[in-house]
């Protein structure tokens, strides 16, 4: 909960917001610079080892660049049918499983035999 009686002391002076007037803009160029010319750089490389060595960061990043959702207009679908829309998700689905290779099971470790 906020403090309803600030001490004057502690306040920002008036009309200031604690920071200088675009010293966030300045950072974020900045950063975004040295992250572009460091990619220019050793981007390729860098992309490649992360896929070989640590695959599971690389498919993190991977996932934290894809939308988490994608909207589709209605209005583009307004001349089809309910069932022509049924249909084009039945192909897209199948598609899909032609493209995602299938999940491995894990190997099972063979039971071991019991001794009496």
Do not use: C, W
């Amino acid at each position: 909960m906020a403090n309803p009686n600030p001490s004057p002391s502690t306040r920002f002076a008036p009309g200031s917001n604690g920071r200088p007037k675009g010293s966030r803009d300045r950072l974020s160029a900045a950063f975004l610079k040295a992250m572009s010319d460091d990619f220019d750089t050793n981007g390729v490389a860098v992309v490649e080892r992360v896929r070989t060595e640590d695959p599971a960061t690389y498919l993190r990043v991977v996932a934290s660049l894809l939308p988490k959702e994608v909207e589709i207009s209605r209005r583009v679908f307004d001349d089809v049918s309910e069932d022509e829309l049924a249909a084009v998700i039945e192909i897209l689905r199948e598609e899909v499983r032609k493209e995602t290779p299938p999940a491995s099971k894990p190997e099972l470790e063979p039971t071991p035999k019991q001794t009496h």
